[in-house]
């Protein structure tokens, strides 16, 4: 039987019933959202079955629909890693957008490391606190601070980080217990999920005083303090490259209660997994952490 279905109506109908919305399918296809929207209606009337209907702002599939979209998806799929396997012939492309500080502090010191091991590939990064929506297919993938956001995307947890605090030498030999740190110029990272209460509270000590100095990025305190501004309270594998200087030292090792927690994660939309850039990137990613990918990325 021949396709009574143009593949441009097929790809709305993936990116609406994905999206939940002809309107964030339109702007994902570059359409208007009449546009969706017609070219679903002439594929409802010649299928003879109803794939959607409204609910609230959006749209939900209907039991067609769902069973529809289970095998439009693998098809995409399937043809994403075609395109890919002949794309990877040629020079490779990795957009990529991360938070700022690791971007500054972790991810780019690593690049020629990457570049290195995989010598057809070109690296663009963007910085910045806000998500990636991924709707203009602007990136591959997101590192992102914070609780990942976003329908239809696959979160990767990145390796645990421990939050101490760290300042210069100097200032380190004025320091041998926690309740030192209460007379000491603490520097704040506005933007942190682990803040100097939190720190405090952990080690059965008062709140501490207002704090001297604030900043929005974690790469800015870290530099303050190598500089001797004042104690940092911040992520070891941020802070990597100046511990390993001798710029940084973490006063209260083995001496406090360190907080452990996870802060960022790999993100990426589920149709764009069988990308080669991606999945390139993500098993480095996987080896320079010790993480486990998910068995669509492995």
Request: glycine residues 6%.
């Amino acid at each position: 039987m021949s396709l009574r279905v143009p593949l441009s109506a097929v790809r709305s109908f993936e990116a609406a019933a994905r999206r939940r919305s002809f309107k964030d399918a339109a702007a994902e296809l570059n359409l208007t959202a009449s546009a969706v929207s017609h070219a679903i209606r002439k594929m409802e009337a010649s299928l003879g079955v109803t794939l959607f209907e409204r609910q609230g702002q959006g749209v939900v599939p209907t039991a067609a629909g769902e069973a529809l979209l289970e095998h439009v998806s693998r098809a995409f799929d399937e043809l994403h890693r075609g395109l890919d396997l002949v794309a990877a012939r040629g020079p490779q492309l990795l957009r990529l957008h991360c938070a700022p500080s690791l971007a500054a502090q972790w991810l780019t010191p690593r690049l020629a490391r990457f570049l290195a091991a995989h010598p057809g590939f070109e690296v663009r990064l963007a910085a910045g606190m806000d998500y990636a929506r991924f709707v203009s297919d602007e990136f591959d993938a997101d590192l992102v601070y914070g609780p990942p956001r976003g329908e239809g995307l696959v979160a990767v947890p990145l390796c645990a980080e421990t939050v101490m605090p760290l300042c210069d030498p100097e200032r380190a030999a004025r320091i041998r217990r926690p309740e030192d740190l209460l007379d000491q110029v603490l520097i704040q990272s506005d933007n942190k999920q682990v803040r100097w209460p939190l720190w405090f509270a952990r080690n059965g000590l008062p709140s501490p005083r207002p704090l001297g100095v604030r900043f929005d990025r974690s790469f800015l305190a870290i530099a303050a303090a190598a500089d001797g501004l004042g104690v940092a309270l911040e992520s070891t594998l941020l802070a990597e490259r100046e511990i390993a200087s001798g710029r940084l030292v973490a006063p209260l090792r083995g001496l406090a209660q360190d907080i452990t927690y996870v802060g960022h994660h790999l993100v990426y939309p589920a149709t764009t997994r069988r990308r080669a850039p991606l999945r390139v990137f993500a098993r480095w990613l996987a080896q320079e952490m010790n993480l486990v990918l998910p068995e669509d990325l492995a």
